[in-house]
C-alpha cells in the first residue's frame, strides 16, 4: 500500500489530502478544520489502495490512528480531545491540496480566471490537485473549504469561473 505524505481529512464529505513540505503548517491546518466541524483520518502518513477503476480508498495505519503531531503541542489525540465524530476511519480520495510556501502565482486578471487544478496520479488514478500559496494573514482553513466545496460542484456540472465569464460575455454583446 502505498504512503503519501500528508493529512488525510474528510471536509464537507469529501475526501481530502493535506499535502506540502514540512514545516508549511498542515497539522495547524488540521487542526483548525477539525475545530470547524470536519474529521481527521490519517495524520502524516495516509495509506491509499485502489480499490476500483477510479476510486482510491484512504485508510491511517493503525499505530497512527486518531493520532495528530502539531509543532508545539505534540502528540494529540484527536478522538479524546473532539469526539468519536472527529475522526473517521476511511476514505475515498477525491481531491489533493498541496500547500506552496509564499504566493508564487501570477497576479494577472487572466490567470486568475484560470482553474487552478491540475491532476496527482495516485496508483493509476488521475486525482484533481490544488495548489494553495501559504502566506501570513491567509485563512487556509476557509480556502480549503472553499477550495472543496468548489470541486464538490464541479464534479455536478457546475464550473464559476465559466458561469462568470459567461455572463460578462453575454452582458457585452
Do not use: W
Not at 470547524?36 to 493503525?62: Q, Y
Amino acid at each position: 500500500m502505498p504512503i503519501l505524505h500528508g493529512v488525510f481529512m474528510e471536509i464537507a464529505g469529501t475526501g481530502v489530502l493535506l499535502a506540502g513540505q514540512s514545516g508549511l503548517g498542515k497539522s495547524e491546518l488540521a487542526l483548525d478544520l477539525i475545530s470547524r466541524g470536519h474529521r481527521l483520518i490519517a495524520d502524516d502518513a495516509p495509506e491509499f489502495t485502489r480499490i476500483a477503476r477510479n476510486t482510491i480508498l484512504g485508510t491511517c495505519p493503525d499505530a497512527l490512528q486518531n493520532f495528530l503531531e502539531v509543532r508545539g503541542l505534540g502528540i494529540l489525540n484527536i478522538r479524546e480531545m473532539y469526539g468519536d465524530e472527529a475522526v473517521q476511519s476511511s476514505q475515498h480520495l477525491e481531491l489533493i491540496i498541496k500547500l506552496r510556501a509564499g504566493d508564487q502565482t501570477s497576479s494577472n486578471a487572466e490567470y486568475r480566471m484560470e482553474s487552478p487544478e491540475s491532476n496527482t496520479c495516485v496508483r493509476g488514478v488521475d486525482i484533481p490537485t490544488i495548489v494553495l500559496p501559504v502566506a501570513p494573514n491567509r485563512n487556509l482553513a476557509v480556502l480549503v473549504e472553499a477550495a472543496t466545496r468548489s470541486r464538490s460542484l464541479s464534479k455536478r456540472g457546475y464550473v464559476a469561473s465559466k458561469d462568470f465569464s459567461d455572463r460578462q460575455k453575454k452582458l457585452m454583446q
